[in-house]
């Protein structure tokens, strides 16, 4: 549901998905994701680890 996205998020729901899926298949370097969508590294692992958007990984059955 979009009404789950923080109105200070930096990312729409596509862009968090396709963070995923870098970091999953190791395509780009956390620093050149960060780069890429203004996004603190730290983000970028929190995102790919699942403590930011959890929903979108439980949704497209990313856990574990």
Do not use: C
């Amino acid at each position: 549901k979009k009404g789950n996205i923080p109105g200070h998020a930096k990312l729409n729901e596509q862009q968090a998905l396709e963070v995923i899926f870098l970091t999953k298949h190791r395509l780009l370097t956390h620093k050149a994701i960060s780069r890429r969508f203004g996004i603190a590294e730290g983000t970028v692992g929190n995102i790919s680890e699942g403590r930011q958007w959890k929903r979108l990984h439980a949704a497209h059955g990313l856990d574990g």
